[in-house]
C-alpha cells in the first residue's frame, strides 16, 4: 500500500470541505474523490458552488474546513508543490488579449519555470494540438470564442499536468466547438490526466465523466455513473401525447397490463414504465388503436441526468439560484 | 523567492510587449505630456510668477515631469484591474510563480515606460527654452531620482488596481487621489503663492520634494535637505506600499 501510493490514492480527494463568503455558505462540507485517469464531473446550477469548489483546489481560495489533496498533496499545506503538477482553464478564457497565441503560452512555460527555448517549443506542439498552428502569430483578441477556449485549454496543460481543473470548459460555446473541446478532453483523458469538470450541462457530464457528483446549494446531493443515477428515476418509458386529453382515461386502461406500474397521466400525456425496449412502441400502438383512442406522438424515452436533476433537487437543472433569489 | 526575478522578468515583458498594441495607453505617455507642457508653458506660463527663475519653463519642466511620472504607475492599476476582471490573476496565482512577481513585472515595466515619459518630455522642454544648468552627472542623477520617484508611485498603483473592481473604477479612483497629491505641491506653481494651511500641506509633500530635489540638480538652485530626502522618501513609499500590495494581492485575487 505504501511502495506504491501515488498509484493506488486518488488523484482528487476532498473530505468535509467547507467555504463560506460572509454568511453565505458556498460550500456546506462536499466530499469528492476522482481516481487517477478518469473524469469527475461536478454538476450544478449558478451559484451551487461548482466554481469555490475549483477554487480551493486549485490553491486559489483557503478552505474555512475540511481537506482537500490532489495529486497526493494538501490544498493548503502543500500549495506551492501542488502548483506545478495542475493545470486550470476557466469559464473566462483567461489568455492576455494583447498577447499572440504563442507569445500567451511561451509567457505561461516561461512562469512554470522553462527555459525560453523550451517554452517556446512546447507552444508549438500545443498550437499545432489546437488546430491554432496558422493564427499563432495573431493576437489573441482576434480570436473567435472557440479559438480563445482552445488557447486557454492549451495554455493549463503547457506543463503536462496529471491533473486538470475545467471549470464550464464549454459554457458559451457553439455547438461545433463544444463536441471540438470534448474530443480534445477525452483524449486528454485516454492519455491519462485526470480531470475535474464543472458543468451545468448534463450532456456534457454524460458524454464525459465516469462519476458525476451532483452539487446544489454548497452540498453533494448525489454521486455516482451517469447510469447509476439515472436508475434512480427509474428505467425507460414509452411516452404517449393523445390528439383529445380527454381519451386519457381509455388510453391508461388499454395500457395498464404492459407493466407491473401503473401508468401516469398528465393531460394529454402518458408514461407507461417498460422492461424491453424493443417492441415497446408496436405493442402500445396496438393497444391503442384497438381501443380506438387517437394518438399524436408515441416515444420511447430514457431518463436523462435532466430527470435526474429535478428528481434529486425538486428544481430543473437550468434554474438559475440567483433568479431564485431574486424572485 | 528564487524564482522571484525571473519571474518578475517574464511578466514585465509581457506588459511592454503587450504596449504597443494598445494605442491609446501609449498615446498617455508620448503626447498628452507634450500637450500639456504646451498648455502650462503658453496658457498659464505668462500669469505665474516664479522669482529666481529666469523663465517659467525652467521652473515648469521639473514640476510636470514628476508629475508625470507620479501618473507613469497607472498603467499598473489599470493593468491589474484588467487583469483581475479578465481572470488572468486567476491563471498567474495557479501557477508556480513567485507571489510578488505579477506586481514586481508591473512596477518594473513602468520604470522602462516612464524612461520613455522623461525622454519625450526633455526634448520637448528642450525645445521650447528650457536649459540645463548642470552637468551630464547631475542630468543623470534627477533622471535617476524621477524613476525612483515613478517606482515608488507604481507601488502605490498596484495597490489601488487590486483595491477596486473594474480598470474604470481604477481610473476614476487614482486620479481622484493622485492629482491632488501631485497639484498641492511647489510642481506648477511656487508654494508661498498659495494660500496660508495649503502652502503647509505642499511644503510636506514629497512630491514637492522630489521637484525641488530635482530643481536644485538640473538648475543649480540651493538643495537643501531635498535631494537625500526625496530618496528617503520614496524608499520609505516603496518599504509600505510593496507589502501593503503583496499582501492585498494574495487576498482580493482569492475572491
Known sequence: MHVHESDSSPAISVTGLVKSYGSVRALAGIDLEAAPGTVLAVLGPNGAGKTTAVRV????????AGSARVAGLDVVENAARLRAKIGLAGQYAAVDDNLTGVENLVMV?????????????????????????????????????????RLDLAAALVARPP????????????????????????GLVADGTTVLLT????????????????????????????DELKDRVGGERVEVTLTHPAASHAAVSALADMTDEPPQTEGELIRVAVQARSGAIMDAARRLDRAGVGVEDIAVRRPTLDDVFLSLTGHAAEIDDEVEVAA | MTRLVPDTLVMAERNLVRLPRAPDLLLGFTVQPIMFVLLFVYVFGGAIETPGYDDYVDFLIPGILAQNIAFGGFVTALGLAEDMTKGLIDRFRSLPTARASVLAGRTVADVVTNTLSIVVLLVTGLIIGFGFDAGPLEVLAGVGLLLLFGFAFSWIFALIGLSVSSPEAANGIGFTLIFPITFISSAFVPVESMPAGLQEVAAANPVSTVVDGLRSLWLGTPAGDDIWLSVVWCVVLVAVFAPLAVAKYRKTAAR
Not at chain 1, 133 to 143: G, L
Not at chain 1, 175 to 182: K, Q, V
Open chain 1, 57 to 64: 483546489l486549485t490553491t486559489l481560495l483557503r478552505p474555512d
Open chain 1, 163 to 186: 491533473v486538470l481543473f475545467l471549470d464550464e470548459p464549454t459554457t458559451g460555446l457553439d455547438p461545433r466547438s463544444r463536441l471540438h473541446l470534448w474530443a480534445t478532453i477525452e
Open chain 1, 109 to 149: 512555460g516561461r512562469l512554470y519555470g522553462l527555459r525560453r527555448s523550451a517554452a517556446r517549443r512546447r507552444a508549438g506542439e500545443l498550437l499545432e494540438r489546437f488546430d491554432l498552428s496558422e493564427s499563432s502569430d495573431r493576437v489573441a483578441k482576434s480570436y473567435s470564442g472557440g479559438m480563445r477556449r
Open chain 1, 199 to 226: 458543468t451545468q450541462y448534463l450532456d456534457e457530464a454524460d458524454r464525459l465523466a465516469h462519476r458525476i457528483a451532483v452539487i446544489d446549494r454548497g452540498e453533494v446531493i448525489a454521486e455516482g455513473t451517469a
